[in-house]
């Protein structure tokens, strides 16, 4: 029914839009009692067989949505119903901004994929704070995806990272420092050896003085050189990260099936969704094998069909985070990567692999 009736009159709509309105929706149709349960009843399966432990939690299976799609935690504990196994908020700032000039998300239906320069707009962390003291997070393990404000100089981001971190402290499971959009100018320049080191020494100074520290990750774009990407695992060992998020959107525009005038409209922003899927798969691969098969990896970027996610998770992601692909293949998507991953178990000589 998604692909047939609700996406086409969505694409009807632009893309930021559509975005708000199944939103609104949503925060309606799983405030009213019972629907919520209809919903797990429906988008839902019995994934005992799926379970993670990982970071010192339990994922009750390894499919999560990825920061940027629920970026004020408007549906935090909500995402569980739809058969979720964690999601990620944000990113968020400590100020709320408005970021930047609209339009700014725009869909390539030829390509499977989207250009999004967003610029981190979000309600700012208080107004993230005072939602999530008032939710039931039971069942579903909430990361936080935290940023530093457009207008922070980079010599001060370290700041704006913390006072992110110990505001959420008490109200999410796991943080992500996202240092890789390029929809803030100057952010990729904090992957550098240098200021990066400091921003996670930083952060993990303050959670090491916590009662019980939380796992703090890291999300890398997928345009890093090989020299770049072994500096992020000196850097992830020397820091003690607890794990890496492979990868952010890509400012690449290379092989796209959209004419070039059409492309040349959009402009800057991040590529994400099916052009993206070798290049996160490649750049995961490299991490785990420089890193070995203990550290923590999450799976992100170009997954967009069954066989993607069983390939990320076969060869090298311990988790999968969705966010194009759920958006071109709907609500549904999640419970047929975790009906083929069941399927899988008992035939893992048909996984096909990545040549």
């Not at 569980?80 to 968020?92: Q, R, S």
């Not at 320049?189 to 990750?217: D, M, Y």
């Not at 990868?247 to 492309?263: F, G, M, P, Q, Y």
Request: a neutral charge; proline letters at 6%; aromatic letters at 8%.
């Amino acid at each position: 029914m998604y692909q047939r009736i609700l996406r086409p009159f969505l694409f009807k709509l632009d893309a930021e839009s559509a975005h708000h309105a199944t939103f609104w929706a949503l925060r309606i149709l799983l405030a009213i009692p019972g629907v919520s349960w209809i919903f797990g009843r429906i988008l839902s399966l019995d994934d005992r067989g799926l379970e993670r432990e990982l970071l010192g939690m339990h994922f009750r299976n390894p499919v999560g949505l990825a920061a940027g799609f629920d970026k004020d935690a408007l549906l935090a504990h909500r995402w569980k119903a739809l058969g979720f196994g964690f999601v990620e908020v944000g990113t968020v700032t400590p100020r709320p901004q408005a970021g930047n000039p609209k339009p700014r998300l725009f869909r390539l239906p030829e390509d499977q994929a989207i250009i999004n320069r967003m610029g981190f707009n979000n309600q700012g962390v208080e107004a993230m704070v005072s939602r999530l003291k008032h939710i039931n997070r039971k069942g579903i393990i909430l990361g936080a995806n935290i940023g530093k404000n457009k207008d922070t100089p980079n010599e001060q981001a370290v700041e704006d990272y913390l006072i992110c971190f110990e505001a959420l402290f008490p109200y999410v499971d796991y943080f992500v420092v996202n240092v890789s959009s390029p929809n803030t100018p100057g952010l990729r320049s904090l992957q550098e050896k240098g200021p990066l080191t400091e921003i996670l020494n930083t952060l993990q100074e303050a959670n090491q003085a916590q009662a019980v520290p939380k796992p703090i990750l890291l999300k890398i774009a997928p345009d890093l050189t090989p020299d770049q990407l072994d500096d992020i695992v000196e850097v992830a060992n020397t820091t003690q990260l607890s794990g890496l998020i492979a990868t952010n959107t890509t400012i690449s525009r290379e092989n796209l099936h959209a004419s070039r005038d059409k492309v040349a409209a959009i402009g800057a922003g991040g590529l994400s969704g099916l052009p993206l899927t070798h290049q996160a798969w490649e750049v995961m691969h490299y991490l785990r094998q420089k890193l070995g098969p203990d550290f923590v990896i999450i799976g992100v970027g170009g997954i967009m069909e069954t066989l993607d996610a069983r390939m990320r998770l076969d060869q090298g992601a311990d988790l999968i985070q969705l966010y194009t692909g759920y958006v071109y293949q709907g609500p549904m998507f999640v419970k047929r990567i975790l009906r083929s991953m069941l399927w899988a178990t008992h035939h893992p000589d048909n996984i096909k692999r990545y040549s």
